[in-house]
């Protein structure tokens, strides 16, 4: 008996899917592949082994993979508890979560800055300034990069049968026995691709780095700002040839997780 949804059918719906990726990603990605194409190879070369330019893609994927490590076990604690803990003031807490979704990155990266220095709020609880320092890019990517665990980890967590747990309790296993052979391994799919997710906007942010980084090279100057800063001097090509070097990077992070959560999700069924 032919099903009949509500879509139109695999030709015309596909078409639409490859015209719409095709336009909004494939198109603009490929004039940048291209812009950067244009540079000579010794340049090149010169290009991505300057020390400036190192410097920055260690602090950028140094500083990213850290906050996106800390978000993974932070962000899969709130998760739990938004899915596991009734909590009176629930869509508070959510609309928490998603805030950095919805505010700009450059007021984010505004109001961090004036927090994390030596007068700022938490600059006077610390005693120390925390803005224009590796820690304190760490705290904004952290901050942009919580509500992707989050969001990544919460649906994991709802498909969990709390009876599974407690028949596992019965059998003698203790809690942390428990999380370790019966929670967890069915949350690494999830907690991965949101580490992923976290990480790979870690490494691209701006708006919200720009201004707590204090973009001094070699101490905190991060691989965006170099893109702005090429684009500013006209140097399209160099601009293209480092914003390519950001999307393999991210690309293949991404590609790795999937990998990783699909063979992860097939293991566990």
Not at 115 to 127: E, F, H, P, S
């Amino acid at each position: 008996m032919r099903r009949f949804g509500v879509l139109p059918g695999f030709g015309p719906t596909l078409g639409f899917v490859v015209t719409y990726l095709g336009l909004l990603v494939l198109i603009p990605l490929t004039a940048l592949v291209v812009t950067a194409a244009g540079m000579e190879p010794h340049r090149l070369w010169r290009l991505f082994t300057d020390p400036r330019v190192l410097s920055a893609f260690r602090l950028s994927f140094g500083v990213a993979f850290c906050a996106a490590a800390v978000n993974a076990v932070f962000g899969t604690l709130v998760a739990w508890v938004l899915v596991r803990h009734p909590l009176a003031l629930r869509g508070l807490v959510d609309a928490l979560v998603d805030l950095p979704f919805a505010l700009p990155t450059a007021v984010a990266g505004i109001t961090l800055t004036s927090a994390l220095l030596r007068d700022g709020v938490i600059g006077r609880l610390l005693g120390v300034q925390l803005a224009f320092t590796p820690v304190g890019i760490g705290l904004a990517l952290m901050f942009v990069g919580l509500p992707f665990v989050v969001r990544s980890v919460q649906p994991a967590i709802e498909e969990l049968r709390p009876e599974v747990e407690q028949s596992a309790q019965l059998l003698g296993a203790t809690p942390f026995h428990t999380f370790r052979r019966v929670i967890f391994p069915r949350l690494v799919p999830s907690i991965a691709t949101g580490f992923a997710i976290a990480f790979a906007r870690g490494i691209g942010e701006y708006g919200s780095v720009v201004f707590v980084s204090g973009n001094m090279p070699f101490k905190t100057e991060i691989v965006p700002l170099l893109i702005v800063s090429r684009l500013e001097q006209y140097d399209m090509e160099a601009a293209a040839a480092i914003a390519c070097g950001l999307l393999l990077i991210s690309f293949l992070t991404l590609l790795s997780v999937n990998i990783f959560a699909r063979h992860a999700a097939v293991g566990g069924h």
